[in-house]
Each structure stands twice: as structure tokens, then as C-alpha cells.
């Protein structure tokens, strides 16, 4: 059974950098049929498309985001990651990871149970 | 592309018909909206891609039709467990977008 399960910090303090990692079991980055991606939603709000990751590091982004996002893959480890800079309370939101369907149907079809993240000092 | 949905609530009874709607700022063909559904404490689910193929393990009670900038889901006859928030999601154009969602709530 393919999963995806987020990990990393729960609580960030403004202005410092969140990262999260995703790790896919039951499957595998390397078939190359799938995006990578990464999705957050606050708090009674609809999803918000954040970016996703191709395994050969190709990268799209959300521009909402504008240089603070990085997306990384590795494929040997199964797991794709996400850096945010500079977060403020805006990004306090649950996160997600997510697979794309497919490389030219840009929905998700595998998702994550998702982290809580808190921006707050 | 905004994506607007209405209503926002839709609070309706076992066995009724819900209908769903989802407008697009601008034309979406019809193969690059999808429906998700999300319960309190889940991520969303994959109901319909394609505005109308229901994803693997969706009952047929749900439907989906559209095209260009209207878009509509409709729950044939609404059960307990369908009790959830329904988004819509085009990818026509980059960014992805996704609709504010519309809650059903059973009675």
C-alpha cells in the first residue's frame, strides 16, 4: 500500500525557516510518473497549492510564494522536502504532501494525513 | 483562476439530492477539474477527476457535470458518511487552484 507521511517540527518561531519531509512508502520516487507536491491549509480555509518536485529536481512553485520556497527531492531515500524562509504567523497552517496523479494531470491522488504547523514565538 | 463555490453550507437530510456548484473566473475544460472530498481531520480525498469520472471506490450516487466556467457535483442521495466539506481544484492553468469548499452537513 503506497503512503505518504509528513514529518518535521510542529511549532516555528517568526522569521525562521520550516522544514518539512515527506516519505513515501510502498513505492518509489524513481518511477518518475508522479509530481511530488506539497499543499497547506488554513484553518477552515480551502487547500492552497504550495509547489511540487519532479525526481529529476524539476521544480514548479505557487509564485503567493516567492523565493521563500524550496522544494527538494531524494530519491534514495524516498522523500521529497520542503523549506520555507522567513515564515510569519500567515504560514501557520496544517501541510501536506501530496502526489500528483500523474505528470500531466496535475491533481492529487495520494495524500498525506498532514502536520500542524504554528508559526509563534 | 478563482474557483467560487456555492453554497457555502448545504444542510440537507438521509436520501435527499445535494447539488454542488463551482464557478471558474475563467474557461476550465472540463478535464482539468477535479472534486475532492474532506472529513474533520483527514486530507482530502479524490472523488471525481475529469468533472465527471468518479475516482476508485466513489460510489455512483455522486455525479459530476461541466464545462467551461460552471462546474457541479451532485450527491444523488445523501447517506450519514457523506457528511463532509467538498472542494473543487482546476488545473487548466498554474497556479493550482482550489474552490473554498462547500460543507454538507446531514440533518
Known amino acids: 500500500q503506497v503512503q505518504l507521511h509528513e514529518s518535521g517540527p510542529g511549532l516555528v518561531r517568526p522569521s525562521e525557516t520550516l522544514s518539512l519531509t515527506c516519505s513515501l512508502s510502498g513505492g518509489s520516487i524513481n518511477s518518475g510518473s508522479h509530481y511530488w507536491g506539497w499543499v497547506r491549509q488554513h484553518s477552515g480555509k480551502g487547500p492552497e497549492w504550495i509547489g511540487y518536485i519532479h525526481r529529476t529536481g524539476s521544480t514548479y512553485y505557487n509564485p503567493f510564494l516567492g523565493s521563500r520556497i524550496t522544494l527538494s527531492v531524494d530519491n534514495s531515500k524516498s522523500e521529497f522536502s520542503l523549506r520555507l524562509t522567513s515564515v510569519t504567523a500567515a504560514d501557520t497552517a496544517v501541510y501536506f504532501c501530496?502526489?500528483?496523479?500523474?505528470?500531466?494531470?496535475?491533481?492529487?491522488?495520494?495524500w498525506g494525513q498532514g502536520t500542524r504547523v504554528t508559526v509563534s514565538s | 483562476i478563482v474557483l467560487t463555490q456555492s453554497p457555502d453550507t448545504l444542510s440537507l437530510s438521509p436520501g435527499e439530492r445535494a447539488t454542488l456548484s463551482c464557478r471558474a473566473s475563467?474557461?476550465?475544460?472540463?478535464?482539468?477539474l477535479v472534486w475532492y472530498q474532506q472529513k474533520p481531520g483527514q486530507p482530502p480525498r479524490l472523488l471525481m477527476s475529469?468533472?465527471?469520472n468518479r475516482a476508485a471506490g466513489i460510489p455512483d450516487r455522486f455525479s459530476g457535470l461541466g464545462s467551461e466556467t460552471e462546474f457541479t457535483l451532485t450527491i444523488a442521495r445523501l447517506e450519514p458518511e457523506d457528511s463532509a466539506v467538498y472542494y473543487c481544484?482546476?488545473?487548466?492553468?498554474?497556479?493550482?487552484?482550489f474552490g473554498q469548499g462547500t460543507k454538507v452537513e446531514i440533518k
Open positions: 501530496a502526489r500528483t496523479f500523474s505528470t500531466s494531470y496535475y491533481f492529487f491522488d495520494l
Open positions: 475529469e468533472a465527471s
Open positions: 475563467q474557461a476550465v475544460d472540463n478535464s482539468h
Open positions: 481544484q482546476q488545473f487548466r492553468v498554474s497556479p493550482l487552484t
